[in-house]
């Protein structure tokens, strides 16, 4: 009942002129922004294409030489809302079994953006995964008329609280150890002034360390993880030349399901690294729904069009990062939660739901039933069986 008075609520709340607020007008053209107290670049532009390749050219070449098992593994994390407790549950049901390689390249998006560094850090930080699954459940209480006059459904403040808990400068301090051999954790975020993806490394930002380095940590991953209208934006101060303002940033998921990087993987790799190499992708929602009749109300047609739109997206962009693999001799592994499995929806933050589906990602990983191949996954979507009565009772997605 209350998923279904937030997508009611969306439009007026979205639509209402008295959340807008004044801000300093950002140039909009050759603009060469800077981050205040930074020497060297932590962040690139995909649409820069020269110096974008430039960048991850001198990050993938890194991360290529920080192999040290024989194997260049690659995770990418996507969005997803409620959904990222199973990829939480997947990871660590994949130290559970002992599959879980050591990743030289890890990417988080919207939901993502919050498992990725603790991800990036390895299984003795597993505990984290299972305890931010609980936490996250307690983002989501409205705040009622009060979003009339604020930006957002929700209170920012309870994600803003979330993700200080957990990135800790200890934690930011320890993948800046983590990555001093050449591993990578990137997060990416949507510049919603220009409409355009912001790829972050997450590596550099904690390698700069002190107040700086700690406090944009935090702000990308909240940036990240925050789905525009329903958690507020996150503006992040820029130089350019003589005059400063604040660009505002929102959920990388607005902009892309996941991030796998062409450039990022191959330009600087030797192709030695990249045969045989691995890319796991956790798809923190369904590829497929199983058929069922839909109401014939408002909140009802928009969310079902709004989870397809997200389906759709994803599947794109598997079929793309499916190709690429193949024609560098990488092998994908990917996995999203199936048609069958009583999913409540990227909103469905209720800490039953979430704990749930949490030990469903952990038992499927650690029985080693987790990993689809993408064109029989896709297959599914013709499925015209109703989803398990309760999780306990779904199938895991190779079974």
């Known amino acids: ?28 053209a ?23 390749q430039a960048y991850v050219s001198a990050w993938g070449g890194r991360a290529a030489a920080a192999v040290t098992d024989g194997s260049f593994d690659v995770l990418s994390i996507s969005g997803g809302g409620a959904g990222g407790t199973y990829g939480a549950g ?9 599959t879980r390689p050591q990743f030289e390249i890890v990417t988080g998006v919207s939901t993502g953006a919050l498992i990725a560094p603790i991800a990036f850090l390895g299984s003795d930080h597993d505990e984290l995964l299972a305890e931010g699954s609980e936490g996250v459940g307690q983002l989501t209480r409205p705040i009622g008329l009060g979003a009339l006059f604020r930006i957002g459904i929700f209170d920012g403040r309870r994600l803003r609280n979330l993700v200080d808990r957990f ?83 929102v959920d990388g998921g607005a902009s892309l399901p996941f991030f796998v ?39 009802a047609i928009a969310s079902r069009a709004f989870a397809t739109v997200l389906m759709h997206y994803s599947r794109t962009s598997l079929e793309e990062t ?36 949490f030990q469903y990602g952990r038992r499927c990983a650690s029985e080693s039933h987790i990993w689809l191949d993408l064109h029989a996954a896709i297959a599914r979507a013709q499925l015209t069986t109703p989803p398990a009565t309760t999780p306990d009772a779904a199938p895991c997605p190779t079974d």
Not at 33 to 43: E, I, K
Not at 342 to 350: E, K, N, R
């Open 1 to 28: 009942m209350r998923r279904r008075s937030l997508f009611a609520l969306l439009p007026a709340l979205l639509g209402a002129s008295c959340v807008t607020a004044p801000r300093v007008e950002a140039p909009t």
């Open 30 to 52: 050759a603009l060469s922004p800077t981050l205040p107290g930074f020497d060297t670049p932590v962040r690139a532009d995909p649409m820069n294409r020269a110096a974008y």
């Open 90 to 98: 997947v990871l660590v049901g994949m130290t559970e079994a002992h």
């Open 167 to 249: 990135m800790t400068d200890d934690i930011i301090d320890a993948v800046a150890r983590a990555s001093e051999t050449g591993r990578l954790l990137v997060i990416t975020t949507t510049d919603l002034d220009r409409g355009e993806t912001v790829i972050w490394n997450m590596s550099a930002i904690a390698a700069q360390g002190g107040a700086n380095g700690h406090r944009l940590f935090r702000e990308v991953v909240l940036a990240s993880a925050s789905i525009p209208g329903l958690f507020p934006p996150v503006m992040i101060e820029i130089q350019d030349g003589e005059r400063a303002f604040a660009e505002m940033h």
């Open 261 to 299: 990087s062409p450039d990022l993987v191959t330009t600087s790799a030797a192709p030695a690294i990249l045969h045989g190499a691995n890319i796991y992708v956790i798809d923190n929602g369904q590829l497929a729904f199983t058929s069922r009749t839909t109401p014939m109300n408002t909140s």
């Open 322 to 357: 499916d190709a690429f693999a193949r024609r560098n001799g990488m092998h994908l592994r990917f996995t999203a939660i199936p048609p069958e499995y009583p999913y409540a929806g990227p909103l469905g933050f209720d800490r039953s739901s979430m704990s749930a589906l």
